[in-house]
T-cell receptor
Framework: AQSVTQLGSHVSVSEGALVLLRCNYSSSVPPYLFWYVQYPNQGLQLLLKYTSAATLVKGINGFEAEFKKSETSFHLTKPSAHMSDAAEYFCAVRADRGSTLGRLYFGRGTQLTVWP | DAGVTQSPTHLIKTRGQQVTLRCSPKSGHDTVSWYQQALGQGPQFIFQYYEEEERQRGNFPDRFSGHQFPNYSSELNVNALLLGDSALYLC??????????????FGPGTRLTVL
């Protein structure tokens, strides 16, 4: 079975500070992993994805994430937060075999607040 | 290149009524998935359609049904609405086949309120 745990439902940082959003996954097969961002009253926008190529994945808006198999983690980082980064962030895992092909399992989300 | 579109944007219904939500996938995509996002939660998978058939289904009752048309657009129908069905309903499209093309792109969602 696949699942995702996002540690910390709320994260607050100052503008210019490091952003670190944590995601741990559980998967019985090699996973595909995703980070999505959701701005208020909008759908989900893909930030980046890991599909078993390079373990350090770069996404849009200066975000990146590192896949660590030994820690079953896929944490999202950004060196310097911007006010426009304030949003909700979701980590998701995709099962890649069998009847659950293509289905995404989401974490509960982390609300990022950026203070001026 | 048009992204995933959904209609309507907002919808208010009363308990016991029926509702139909619509989704048009991103150009070139052939697979549509539906998710329910309750307030303060992550999206939960409802079902997925490919080649006009339901390929897989999440843990949702039969009150939730869907359809996919030959042009790949899709509908989500919910019968006998309950207060707990109030949520943001998200449609995602993808291209079947090939691991690197199975990324799901989401629409803006339909906000359903059941009174």
């Amino acid at each position: 079975a696949q699942s995702v745990t996002q540690l910390g439902s709320h994260v607050s940082v100052s503008e210019g500070a490091l952003v670190l959003l944590r995601c741990n996954y559980s998967s019985s097969v090699p996973p595909y992993l995703f980070w999505y961002v959701q701005y208020p009253n909008q759908g989900l926008q893909l930030l980046l994805k890991y599909t078993s190529a390079a373990t350090l994945v770069k996404g849009i808006n200066g975000f990146e994430a590192e896949f660590k198999k030994s820690e079953t983690s896929f944490h999202l980082t950004k060196p310097s937060a911007h006010m426009s980064d304030a949003a909700e962030y979701f980590c998701a895992v995709r099962a890649d075999r069998g009847s659950t092909l293509g289905r995404l399992y989401f974490g509960r989300g982390t609300q990022l607040t950026v203070w001026p | 290149d048009a992204g995933v579109t959904q209609s309507p944007t907002h919808l208010i219904k009363t308990r016991g009524q029926q509702v139909t939500l619509r989704c048009s996938p991103k150009s070139g995509h052939d697979t549509v998935s539906w998710y329910q996002q309750a307030l303060g939660q992550g999206p939960q998978f409802i079902f997925q359609y490919y080649e006009e058939e339901e390929r897989q289904r999440g843990n949702f009752p039969d009150r939730f049904s869907g359809h996919q048309f030959p042009n790949y657009s899709s509908e989500l129908n919910v019968n006998a609405l309950l207060l707990g069905d109030s949520a943001l309903y998200l449609c995602a499209s993808s291209l079947a086949g090939g691991q690197n093309t199975d990324t799901q792109y989401f629409g803006p969602g339909t906000r359903l309120t059941v009174l």
